[in-house]
T-cell receptor, first 111, second 113 residues
Framework: DAKTTQPNSMESNEEEPVHLPCNHS???????IHWYRQLPSQGPEYVIH???SNVNNRMASLAIAEDRKSSTLILHRATLRDAAVYYC????????????FGQGTELSVKP | DAGITQSPRHKVTETGTPVTLRCHQT?????MYWYRQDPGHGLRLIHY???????DKGEVSDGYSVSRSKTEDFLLTLESATSSQTSVYFC????????????FGSGTQLSVL
């Protein structure tokens, strides 16, 4: 299974953009890049996913490098409610679609 | 919110007793997963299913078995619970199409004394 590498923790100020990086140098052509987040005492929550092109939704943007070996989750204006652990995960639906979580990045947001 | 229900939400049991956790979905999704989450280990995949009666092992499957006799139900069984299986257990579902979202349940807190 392809692995991802993320910083253990990051800090941000409220209402500022946040760029959460993820390295996945062994990604295969059929791996989708997914981002999930987990708020305290809750199950993980889907944020965004993509394959090759950059993606935007109401929660965030996903920027994928041209070689696909890295990606960045962008929160355009961090709020206190965005404080969570963010997981970058590769999923190959040709291999059963299972998610293997890494340690994730713990994001703290300061008022 | 996706229709996923985990039961029970909390359970306390004794070492050596069998325990079954249930995950029920109303979305007719093909894939279902069981994860456990422990401090310092993050989320680890126990077993997953890619269809009725089709299951496979994850990262930490020892001591656990699963069954999926209907699309909507995925059962996780601890045949003889041990204290090391004290954890929070999450069920997740996803559609069959490539790149689909995963939806997680609210979790089951299991304590084995």
């Amino acid at each position: 299974d392809a692995k991802t590498t993320q910083p253990n923790s990051m800090e941000s100020n409220e209402e500022e953009p946040v760029h959460l990086p993820c390295n996945h140098s062994t990604i295969s052509g059929t791996d989708y890049i997914h981002w999930y987040r987990q708020l305290p005492s809750q199950g993980p929550e889907y944020v965004i996913h993509g394959l090759t092109s950059n993606v935007n939704n109401r929660m965030a943007s996903l920027a994928i490098a041209e070689d696909r070996k890295s990606s960045t989750l962008i929160l355009h204006r961090a709020t206190l409610r965005d404080a969570a652990v963010y997981y970058c995960i590769l999923i190959d639906y040709n291999q059963g679609g299972k998610l293997i979580f890494g340690q994730g990045t713990e994001l703290s947001v300061k008022p | 919110d996706a229709g996923i229900t985990q039961s029970p939400r909390h359970k306390v049991t004794e070492t050596g007793t069998p325990v079954t956790l249930r995950c029920h979905q109303t979305e007719n999704h093909r894939y279902m997963y069981w994860y456990r989450q422990d401090p310092g280990h993050g989320l680890r995949l126990i077993h997953y299913s890619y269809g009725v009666k089709d299951t496979d092992k994850g990262e930490v499957s020892d001591g656990y078995s699963v069954s999926r006799s209907k699309t909507e139900d995925f059962l996780l069984t601890l045949e003889s619970a041990t204290s090391s299986q004290t954890s929070v257990y999450f069920c997740a579902i996803s559609q069959a199409s490539g790149g689909g979202k995963l939806f997680f349940g609210s979790g089951t807190q299991l304590s084995v004394l």
